[in-house]
């Protein structure tokens, strides 16, 4: 009784992971589909960047400042990871 309890809960199981498998192969085509090879799960835009060695999907912001009064002037939101470079 308790064998076949046990049987058919990891059949169960076997089932959903193949189940799983296959969302994942879809998602991994459409992934190899993407220019750049992502395809991020939160915001479309969004891009893996490494800011300090770690992997981590965001948009980047470039702000300009005035220096007498600290307002914003001027602002680009990106999805570039490279921010440091000039990207005319």
Request: hydrophobic content about 40%; aromatic content about 2%.
């Amino acid at each position: 009784m308790i064998s076949e309890m046990c049987t058919d809960r990891l059949k169960d199981m076997i089932a959903a992971l193949k189940e799983l498998l296959q969302v994942m192969q879809a998602v991994r085509r459409e992934r190899d589909k993407a220019p750049d090879g992502q395809l991020p799960q939160t915001h479309p835009d969004a891009r893996s960047m490494k800011p300090r060695g770690t992997g981590v999907v965001v948009d980047t912001v470039q702000a300009g400042v005035e220096a007498k009064h600290h307002l914003i002037i001027d602002h680009e939101v990106t999805n570039i990871p490279l921010d440091r470079a000039p990207q005319w």
